[in-house]
């Protein structure tokens, strides 16, 4: 009989009905009605071509065919609990490998990450840099990513999709915003673009503090950036297109693990 095709839900029936020897206590512990472990046991009788039970005056008993493989049923039941129970550890697991750009790490997630791992001790962290590492090269658990949206993932967005400006002077271009302006569409430093690029948001960011100009930045890693007492305000808040998010494909989405970590990253 191919492994495919072993008829669990019959076996499962039969492994009760034979503890019990009773279809009614049977059917009492698997939610079912007597008819429904009756209607099983016949259709299992006929599968493999034996009897498994005889009434009597006295009740059910099992016959010798069925006595023959119980034991090895029960083991066998046994090692699917002990295959569920491995799987389900890693759920359990104490250990996240995250995926976040390096500007909201430092102002945003590894305070945060800070205050989780005083309240869960047992914690440990495999942090990885960038918002584009693949999931499954990377094996991670979870990542920030500045965007639109999750995608094709499974996420929760970490605010709204809002940028400030911070500092004052020339402006400061990054990928997110490579032509600032008023309407962010054209470049207000002339033909060849702002006087000021640099890669990324914290670049961005830390010229911005620094003197250099001024920037448009999202709103999260601005407040980050205050609350570590590094920039003292910002402007008021714009919309935009791409926020950060959280974002993890949905079998580990589905994790306890995960989801009680998103909680607190998300609470508040």
């Known amino acids: 009989m191919k492994r495919t095709h072993l008829p669990l839900n019959a076996l499962r029936v039969f492994d009760a009905a034979a503890r019990h020897l009773s279809f009614t206590r049977a059917a009492d512990e698997l939610a079912v009605t007597p008819a429904a472990?009756?209607?099983?046991?016949?259709?299992?009788?006929?599968?493999?071509?034996?009897?498994?039970?005889?009434?009597?005056t006295k009740g059910l008993e099992l016959t010798d065919e069925a006595h023959s493989g119980l034991s090895a049923l029960r083991a066998g039941f046994l090692q699917f609990e002990d295959a569920v129970q491995a799987m389900q550890a890693g759920q359990s697991s104490h250990v996240y490998t995250i995926a976040a750009p390096r500007d909201i790490f430092a102002a945003w997630l590894a305070p945060r990450m800070a205050?989780?791992?005083?309240?869960?001790?047992?914690?440990?962290?495999?942090?990885?840099?960038?918002?584009?590492?693949?999931?499954?090269?990377?094996?991670?658990?979870l990542a920030i990513r500045l965007t639109e949206g999750p995608g094709d993932l499974e996420g929760v967005a970490l605010g709204d999709p809002l940028w400030v400006e911070v500092g004052s002077g020339p402006w400061i271009a990054w990928s997110g915003d490579p032509r600032p302006g008023e309407d962010g569409d054209t470049a207000s430093e002339g033909d060849d673009g702002p006087l000021i690029q640099v890669g990324d948001a914290g670049q961005a960011i830390s010229a911005a503090a620094a003197g250099m100009g001024r920037a448009r930045v999202p709103l999260l890693l601005a407040q980050g950036w205050r609350d570590l007492g590094r920039i003292v305000e910002f402007g008021t808040p714009q919309p935009c297109r791409r926020g950060y998010w959280l974002v993890a494909p949905l079998p580990q989405w589905r994790q306890k693990k995960i989801k009680a970590l998103v909680a607190h990253l998300t609470a508040g």
Do not use: S
């Not at 016949?42 to 599968?47: P, S, V």
């Not at 309240?119 to 991670?140: K, S």
């Open 115 to 141: 205050a989780y791992r005083a309240a869960n001790p047992d914690v440990r962290l495999v942090l990885v840099d960038g918002d584009a590492t693949d999931f499954a090269e990377a094996n991670l658990d």
């Open 37 to 56: 472990v009756g209607q099983q046991i016949r259709a299992l009788e006929d599968l493999l071509g034996v009897v498994l039970f005889r009434r009597t």
